[in-house]
T-cell receptor
């Protein structure tokens, strides 16, 4: 079965500091895609970043970057210069089969001013 | 704003009833996906439609059904509702159908079954 595990139910960080959210996944496929989605209190699911497994280079989007370790099946999200607006639930997701997104249980991130 | 719209935003109903959730995908997107987010099950894939046809099925109950219309909007029908069906239901869309597609989510419909 394709699974995604986020081992940190909650994380907190001081404003302007850096935080890393962990994610591991299990797949038997060689070509796949990984995503981080953010869910703020509004409950909207917002795409943060995406990584193609065939690309060696880690994806970056402004203050957000990933550390993709394919052999270890690890896909962590680093948020630099944390801002109050980054407070949210963060979900790691893996696309399985052709279309189905499989999500982890989420990590609640708190930003301390 | 992802460009995906969902109505209604909130729905309160009683056990045994039937409701319909509606989704309009982003302009140009042919695929629509439905997900359920509940406290005990997390985010789960229900079903996908591509250009009017069912393409993939997940953990969707027999009491639930969906369809995609010629104008590409989709409806999720939930019948014989139970307390456990209370959840946030998301619709997502993507341009085509395939693992390379990024799915963009709508704001969700919050269903409360009393």
């Amino acid at each position: 079965a394709q699974t995604v595990t986020q081992s940190q139910p909650e994380m907190s960080v001081q404003e302007a500091e850096t935080v890393t959210l962990s994610c591991t996944y299990d797949t038997s496929e060689s070509d796949y895609y990984l995503f981080w989605y953010k869910q703020p209190p509004s409950r909207q699911m917002i795409l943060v970043i995406r990584q193609e497994a065939y690309k060696q280079q880690n994806a970056t989007e402004n203050r957000f970057s990933v550390n993709f370790q394919k052999a270890a099946k690890s896909f962590s999200l680093k948020i630099s210069d944390s801002q109050l607006g980054d407070a949210a639930m963060y979900f790691c997701a893996h696309i399985w089969g052709a279309q189905k997104l499989v999500f982890g249980q989420g990590t609640r991130l708190t930003i301390n001013p | 704003d992802s460009g995906v719209t969902q109505t209604p935003k909130h729905l309160i109903t009683a056990t045994g009833q039937r409701v319909t959730l509606r989704c309009s995908p982003r302009s140009g997107d042919l695929s629509v996906y439905w997900y359920q987010q509940s406290l005990d099950q997390g985010l789960q894939f229900l079903i996908q439609y591509y250009n009017g046809e069912e393409r993939a099925k997940g953990n969707i109950l027999e009491r639930f059904s969906a369809q995609q219309f010629p104008d590409l909007h989709s409806e999720l029908n939930l019948s014989s509702l139970e307390l456990g069906d209370s959840a946030l239901y998301f619709c997502a869309s993507s341009p085509s159908s395939g693992r390379a597609e990024t799915q963009y989510f709508g704001p969700g419909t919050r269903l409360l079954v009393l």
